[in-house]
């Protein structure tokens, strides 16, 4: 079962059934993360056959309308928009765009509501969506948990990954017995599955990469379904299955038409689920992985798994004799290279460069009069360090923005003026003196303002209960 190496394309394809870079997605931070708010995601099919739907946990495809949670098909949202949190416990978060504050280790939180939301009394059925964030970093679990794994003579990312995982197991556990208690088990398709290879050295079953790779361990991860009296205890699957998938195969499961305008790249894995189709009777494919805008990428099939690990730069791997990608066999068949690589391109040129660039965030629009315009998702120009950086390298999620040394150092932000009109605009700051007035200039569609900071504001870091130090 593959997915993309990160989270925001994984996410994309599961919620839409199509290649990510065809939605918008080609990233996980600055803007790249977010998904075209045309996109019909598998809540938008689902609602619109009256289904209730719900979304609890890490979303990071967006975090303004419409291509937030509420703008995607998701009636109710609890979690964070962006690709990491800053603090797992009892900390800031939203529900449907309004900041809440929560009690408790995070992935707990997240179970909460969705049991919640599954369990109210309404005839409507339901899709529960619960992306949880662990187990990526910072590394904060709690002590029941840590405590099991403290003395284990593994790296201490490893330790606290495992600490989170075995949180994970205890939380889907209340899920499924959620399920049984309120007679729902029987009636509920359940789902497990992963967004990418691990974001740590530790253990990966022999394969190539990790989290980021486009080897075999960077996008193979595992996947359970269950649908008691539909699918067999036991089913094992071993054709090459994708993220792109599950929208087609739920739909079918749940007797839903898809509709003729949906232009997916995944299958109905319904036969080969309930037994209608052998495994050696189901058509070869070519799945695709690509990281960033395609630059690097690979492509698979039942046998082969060609990887472009650098620009142009590609090697062969035979997968059913070399699982862990050791022998590079190029040479040895050049004329499947040379087939995997044109599919590849292929796609490539067929998406349309459009989609590869940040969508702009929109303002105006009636549901969502108030509009974020997060650091991490700014421009610097200069290019930093020149005047003005972020704290961290990259300007990941919830970064901001310091070093503002040069007065011709700017940040922008691409914006969409949906709806014209008069707004009121406000900046957090951080400043130890404001003697003399600091001077910010505001300039958007050849406007301008000009405002005086005569304020000091030296906020403080809030403490987070990291086990590791973080980057």
């Known amino acids: 079962f593959y997915v993309s190496p990160v989270c925001a394309p994984t996410r994309a394809g599961l919620l839409t059934g199509r290649y990510h870079l065809r939605t918008g997605t080609h990233g996980v931070t600055r803007g790249r993360e977010n998904m075209r708010g045309s996109e019909d995601t598998l809540a938008e099919l689902l609602g619109h056959v009256g289904y209730r739907t719900g979304c609890f946990g890490k979303w990071h495809n967006g975090a303004h309308w419409p291509h937030h949670p509420n703008g995607q098909g998701f009636d109710e949202f609890v979690g964070f928009c962006a690709g990491h949190w800053n603090n797992y416990f009892s900390t800031a978060l939203e529900h449907n765009g309004k900041p809440i504050a929560s009690d408790g280790f995070i992935a707990d939180v997240f179970t909460d509501r969705a049991i919640d939301f599954m369990t109210r009394s309404d005839d409507a059925p339901f899709f529960c969506y619960v992306p949880y964030n662990t187990p990526h970093s910072p590394w904060q679990v709690p002590d029941s948990y840590w405590n099991r ?18 949180n994970i197991d205890d939380n889907v556990g209340r899920l499924l017995d959620a399920l049984k208690e309120n007679g729902l088990e029987e009636n509920t398709i359940v789902i497990f599955l992963t967004d990418n290879g691990p974001n740590s050295n530790r253990y990966n079953g022999d394969m190539k990469g990790r989290k980021g790779s486009v080897n075999e ?63 050696e009777d189901w058509a070869d494919r070519s799945l695709m992985v690509f990281q960033g805008r395609g630059e690097k ?32 066999v190029a040479k040895q068949h050049p004329e499947v290279l040379k087939r995997l690589r044109g599919e590849y391109e292929a796609f490539l ?123």
């Open 149 to 166: 794994h403290v003395d284990a003579d593994l790296p201490i990312e490893a330790r606290c990954a495992y600490a989170m995982c075995e």
């Open 217 to 279: 361990g960077g996008s193979r991860v595992p996947c359970f379904i269950r649908f008691p009296g539909v699918i067999k205890p036991g089913t094992e699957i071993d054709r090459i299955t994708a993220n792109l998938d599950l929208v087609p195969t739920l739909l079918q499961l749940c007797d839903v038409p898809t509709p003729a305008a949906i232009d997916g790249d995944g299958r109905d894995l319904t036969p080969l689920l309930t037994g209608q189709v052998a495994g």
């Open 297 to 328: 990428g690979a492509v698979r099939t039942q046998k082969w798994r060609a990887v472009q690990g650098k620009p142009g730069v590609w090697t062969l791997y035979d997968m059913e004799v070399d699982p862990s990608e050791t022998s590079n």
């Open 349 to 471: 040129k067929e998406v349309d460069a459009g989609n590869m660039q940040p969508l702009p965030i929109q303002i105006g629009h009636d549901e969502w009069p108030t509009v974020n315009l997060p650091a991490h998702e700014a421009e610097l120009t200069p290019t930093p360090p020149d005047g003005l950086s972020y704290v961290g390298r990259s300007g990941w999620a919830n970064d901001w923005l310091t070093n503002w040394s040069s007065p011709d150092a700017f940040a922008s932000w691409p914006i969409q003026v949906v709806e014209p009109g008069n707004y009121a605009v406000s900046i957090e700051y951080s400043l130890k003196s404001a003697t003399p007035p600091v001077k910010i200039e505001l300039q958007a569609g050849g406007q301008k303002l000009t405002a005086g900071l005569s304020i000091a504001n030296e906020a403080a870091l809030i403490p987070s209960p990291d086990r590791i130090t973080r980057k």
